[in-house]
């Protein structure tokens, strides 16, 4: 059930701190972008936390506690995403910094590299298209294997899927 505090944190991590960064994209000072991209640092570290814990553990109560705690986060007013950043953030990301940064640089050469710059040009011409013709394909094979699987029912003869589309040596 989606209940309301599920939806205040849904509305105060992420709707409301997408709205704001978006009107701060658009205002010719810097301040109100560097509140913005700090908590979207913060909100990272929470979301990346709860997948973790939420695989371990049930907590009582855990949209209250997390829609209060988004909220102070996100009030310019707390500066809560600043105070996490400096006292929490930086000094755990200064002190593994030079472990984490080699996978990153791995991560962002491979996003540079000819090949993905070949996939975004393909992607951007063929891309729509290629959607479309996996989702028609899709339905087609859906389609076939309905008729296949209630001609097996009726006792029809052929071989079943498996056998039919199996890879060459098999």
Same mark, same amino acid.
């Given at each position: 059930?989606? #209940?309301?505090f599920q939806?205040?944190?849904? @509305?105060?991590?992420?709707?409301?701190?997408? +709205? !704001? =960064?978006?009107?701060a994209?658009?205002?010719?000072?810097?301040?109100?972008?560097?509140?913005?991209?700090?908590?979207?640092?913060?909100?990272?570290?929470?979301?990346?936390?709860?997948?973790?814990?939420?695989?371990?553990?049930?907590?009582?109560?855990y949209?209250?506690?997390?829609s209060?705690?988004?909220?102070?986060?996100?009030?310019?007013?707390t500066? #809560?995403?600043a105070?996490?950043f400096?006292? @929490?953030?930086?000094?755990?990301?200064?002190? +593994? !910094? =030079?472990?984490?940064?080699?996978?990153?640089a791995k991560?962002?050469?491979?996003?540079?590299?000819?090949?993905?710059?070949?996939?975004?040009?393909?992607s951007?011409?063929?891309g729509?298209?290629?959607?479309?013709?996996?989702?028609?394909?899709?339905q087609?094979?859906?389609?076939?294997?309905a008729?296949?699987s209630?001609?097996?029912?009726?006792?029809?003869?052929?071989?079943?899927?498996?056998?039919?589309?199996r890879?060459?040596?098999?």
């Open positions: 059930m989606f #209940g309301i939806g205040l944190a849904l @509305f105060l991590g992420f709707l409301y701190p997408c +709205y !704001a =960064s978006y009107k994209l658009l205002t010719p000072g810097t301040a109100d972008d560097h509140q913005w991209l700090t908590y979207w640092v913060i909100y990272g570290f929470v979301e990346t936390a709860e997948s973790i814990l939420t695989q371990f553990l049930w907590i009582p109560f949209y209250e506690m997390k209060v705690l988004l909220l102070w986060l996100v009030l310019p007013q500066k #809560g995403a105070f996490v400096q006292h @929490f953030i930086c000094p755990f990301m200064q002190k +593994y !910094a =030079s472990q984490i940064d080699p996978i990153f991560a962002d050469q491979a996003f540079r590299s000819d090949q993905m710059n070949s996939f975004v040009n393909l951007q011409q063929y729509p298209g290629i959607a479309n013709q996996a989702m028609a394909a899709a087609q094979e859906a389609r076939r294997l008729q296949s209630q001609g097996t029912a009726q006792g029809q003869s052929g071989a079943s899927y498996g056998q039919k589309h890879p060459p040596g098999f």
